[in-house]
């Protein structure tokens, strides 16, 4: 679980990526949407693992995103 906290002084988004990535993370829940800036799921956050929110139930999915021009399409075996 990772719990925002201001004394850390790390925007919540950014702290956020930084544990599922030292974690080895491949999904996080949250709440809702709504706990992010602008009520949104951040695209750079579903970039990097999936984002399942509680309320409404659903999943934003990394397979789900658009090829980022510039990266090859990963092979079956490196997903």
């Not at 906290?5 to 950014?14: C, E, I, N, Q, V």
């Not at 800036?37 to 409404?56: C, F, K, N, S, Y």
Request: hydrophobic share 40%; glycine share 8%.
């Amino acid at each position: 679980m990772v719990i925002y906290d201001p004394k850390f002084g790390r925007p919540p988004l950014a702290r956020l990526k930084a544990q599922a990535t030292r974690l080895g993370a491949e999904a996080v829940f949250v709440p809702g949407a709504a706990h992010f800036e602008g009520g949104e799921v951040p695209r750079t956050l579903v970039q990097q693992l999936d984002v399942i929110t509680v309320e409404p139930e659903r999943t934003y999915a990394r397979r789900a995103l658009p090829t980022i021009r510039g990266l090859p399409p990963a092979r079956a075996s490196e997903a």
